[in-house]
């Protein structure tokens, strides 16, 4: 079974610019997260979709993030304009019973 | 407030020491645990879980955790660490009043060769 995908991996960028990431989920898991994680820090979920729905975005900075998930399957995250405090991790994982499955994450440099 | 403890941000250990590495937690729902390894460069992975049943559980690479309900615990802990341990740990509490994770902060784990 394929895993979680993301890309890019990783992503260097200037302050102001803007940024997109995107995520495939394993198939036929409905639910998708979107998590921000600083160095030396836990996950911080940012949204949580169910299909293509937002089930909570309430930790999403919303003035400079957004997501989508328009078939309930993709995924995009977007950042603009971004902040030096934006540099993270920003990990998707999907769900099935419960359990989630992360990939591998974008590594986000903001200069 | 819901929240997960994890005891030790830093443990440095010798090859073939035994391991235990505390998580607390606070939520009053049903509790689904579980602890995620991420190596170094990698990603997070799934070790363990707990749902219900035997409170001893037994992940991969030879780590186990027990679920202590009246201590509102889930140690992890694995009898003799290898080098290829060395990563971060984190214990993680799903809610499932809302299907989220509550994250503990992690704890650093290296082995000394």
């Known amino acids: 079974e394929a895993g979680v995908a993301q890309s890019p991996r990783y992503k260097i960028i200037e302050k102001r610019q803007s940024v997109a990431f995107w995520c495939n989920p394993i198939?036929?898991?409905?639910?998708l997260y979107w998590y921000q994680q600083i160095l030396g820090q836990g996950p911080k979920l940012l949204i949580q979709?169910?299909?293509?729905?937002?089930?909570?975005d309430s930790q999403l900075p919303k003035d400079r993030f957004s997501a989508e998930r328009l078939k309930g399957v993709d995924s995009t995250l977007k950042i603009q304009p971004a902040k030096l405090e934006d540099s993270a991790v920003y990990l998707c994982?999907?769900?099935?019973?419960?359990?989630?499955?992360f990939g591998p994450g974008t590594r986000l440099t903001v200069l | 407030a819901q929240s997960v403890s994890q005891h030790n941000h830093h443990v440095i250990l010798s090859e073939a020491a035994s391991l235990e590495l505390g998580c607390n937690y606070s939520?009053?729902?049903?509790?689904?645990l579980f602890w995620y390894v991420q190596y170094p460069g990698q990603h997070l992975q799934l070790l363990l879980k707990?749902?219900?049943?035997d409170p001893l559980v037994k992940g991969i690479k030879g780590f186990e955790a027990e679920f202590i309900k009246s201590k509102f615990s889930f140690n992890l802990r694995k009898p003799s660490v290898q080098w290829s341990d060395t990563a971060e740990y984190f214990c993680?509490?799903?809610?499932?009043?809302?299907?989220?994770?509550?994250w503990g902060a992690g704890t650093k784990l290296i082995i000394k060769p």
């Open positions: 994982a999907s769900s099935s019973e419960g359990t989630q499955y």
């Open positions: 198939s036929g898991h409905a639910t």
């Open positions: 979709f169910q299909n293509n729905g937002v089930v909570d």
């Open positions: 939520y009053g729902g049903t509790v689904n």
């Open positions: 707990y749902f219900s049943g």
């Open positions: 993680a509490v799903f809610m499932d009043s809302n299907y989220q994770l509550i």
